[in-house]
């Protein structure tokens, strides 16, 4: 069982800036697709965004499109999101995930290894 451990997380104002970064404890990449996910309390988990190692393509959700940016270091196993302007709505704990098993690559479902989260909170 891969181990992801999520960091970064912190308090910001909005309109501030966190890089997450989720290290692994062994080389995931040939599963290909990570990706972060945040659930806010009281809401459902959601994708944020995700990476195919393979060819470096994304994908993102409506909200992080334009203000989030997930990449990857296959060198360090690392995966990062950095987070611009941020605003209170993205408030959350946000995990990262490995083991694409299929499907959309922003549905929680299509991930079967998950880390422990790393809360964000961002105030006015």
């Known amino acids: 069982q891969v181990q992801l451990v999520e960091s970064g997380g912190g308090s910001v104002q909005d309109g501030g800036s966190l890089r997450l970064s989720c290290a692994t404890s062994e080389y995931t990449w040939p599963n290909k697709l990570m990706g972060w996910f945040r659930q806010a309390p009281g809401k459902e988990r959601e994708g944020v965004a995700a990476?195919?190692?393979?060819?470096?393509?994304?994908y993102y959700s409506d909200s992080a499109r334009g203000r989030f940016t997930i990449s990857q270091d296959s060198a360090k196993n690392t995966l990062y999101l950095q987070m611009n302007s941020l605003k209170p709505e993205d408030t959350a704990t946000y995990y990262c995930?490995?083991?694409?098993?299929?499907?959309?690559?922003?549905?929680?479902?299509?991930?079967?290894?998950w880390g422990q989260g790393t809360q964000v909170t961002v105030s006015l």
């Open positions: 995930a490995a083991h694409f098993v299929g499907g959309n690559p922003l549905r929680p479902g299509g991930f079967n290894s």
């Open positions: 990476i195919n190692a393979a060819n470096n393509a994304t």
